[in-house]
């Protein structure tokens, strides 16, 4: 792996790391299955690591950040999962009701605010409300102070929804104060919409693999996020890279015949030498989509780009994301 771990050196990220973590929120989305909560959770190591407190926010999601870091599980309160590290999944619920006690300022008028059913169903109809009451709270933890003055945190990293839900969670403060009437929640948004914009103190983490299919979404997710949106988008960190066990010649040569090969059907006998070409037709296939695909990302996006490592035996674990914290 030792060519893969060179280019994650090269990509920059061990280089810029400071720059990085002196934003205080970053958005990490990317298409699903990318290992956005993987990297999530090596982010917030690696910045601990650095003397940050971090903060990482989840949304409302299945919570498998506990896995891979070693710690009890993660719920609604933010509770520490490392040195330096702790973590919350937000539920929108209950994230609405901690906002409107703070709105209402008396917990008593809250409760016949939010234990009304009807309010409840009124809540659930409205577009975007539950998206920003989970963005805006992961928001809010970056202007939590500690009694000495200093900042409760100093890097909030948002596990955010895959690609779609993501951009449309993004949106939500925009729409906000495009609708929304002078008052306490159009002040909110506005102040956590001048962070997101504010590439000094926010930005977007977009997470791949070097596939086809995620390669693609993650051009037209930047585009949209650039674009649309105008939001700063910091880093691509493209998980999973394998190391090259062939050269674009040797591939060509393992795929001239692919049918013949029958690369698709399960192998026979370990010890064929027929079983051996479909495994290594196999690997070269997979070499060939991932070359194209880096060779995508770098031509499309203008962007600093890193490389972790596919994981073999320490996918998802521990020791596993430890290590990609140590890589970055």
């Excluded at 997710?221 to 674009?227: I, M, Q, T």
Aim: hydrophobic share 45%; aromatic share 6%; with cysteine.
């Amino acid at each position: 792996m030792s060519s893969v771990y060179q280019a994650s050196k090269a990509g920059g990220l061990g280089q810029d790391l400071p720059e990085l973590e002196r934003r205080r929120f970053l958005f990490v989305t990317g298409k699903g299955g990318v290992g956005k909560t993987t990297i999530s959770g090596a982010l917030a190591l690696a910045f601990a690591a650095r003397g940050k407190r971090v903060l990482v926010a989840m949304c409302h999601t299945k919570e498998r950040l506990s896995a891979i870091l070693g710690s009890r599980p993660i719920g609604p309160e933010v509770i520490q999962v490392a040195e330096r590290v702790s973590a919350v999944n937000i539920a929108p619920d209950r994230a609405l009701r901690e906002y409107g006690e703070m709105v209402l300022k008396m917990r008593a008028a809250a409760d016949l605010v939010f234990d009304n059913k009807y309010t409840r169903t009124f809540f659930r109809a409205v577009p975007g409300l539950f998206e920003w009451a989970m963005l805006g709270k992961a928001w809010f933890h970056t202007t939590e102070l500690l009694p000495d003055g200093s900042n409760r945190f100093d890097v909030v990293l948002l596990d955010a929804p895959a690609t779609g839900h993501g951009v449309d969670m993004l949106r939500v403060p925009k729409v906000i104060l495009d609708v929304a009437p002078p008052g306490i929640l159009r002040r909110d948004a506005e102040a956590a919409w001048a962070m997101f914009r504010d590439p000094a103190r926010s930005g977007v983490v977009v997470v791949t693999l070097p596939e086809e299919m995620p390669a693609t979404e993650t051009v037209e997710l930047v585009a949209e996020v650039r674009g649309d949106l105008g939001l700063p988008v910091h880093r691509v960190i493209i998980n999973g890279v394998l190391p090259a066990l062939f050269s674009p010649e040797e591939q060509r040569a393992l795929l001239v015949d692919p049918a013949r090969l029958d690369i698709q059907a399960p192998a026979r006998a370990a010890d064929t030498v027929e079983s051996a070409f479909v495994a290594g037709a196999r690997r070269a296939m997979r070499e060939s989509v991932q070359r194209e695909s880096l060779a995508r990302l770098r031509r499309d996006l203008d962007l600093p780009t890193v490389m972790l490592p596919f994981l073999f035996d320490e996918a998802s674990t521990v020791a596993g994301t430890r290590m990609l914290a140590e890589r970055l």
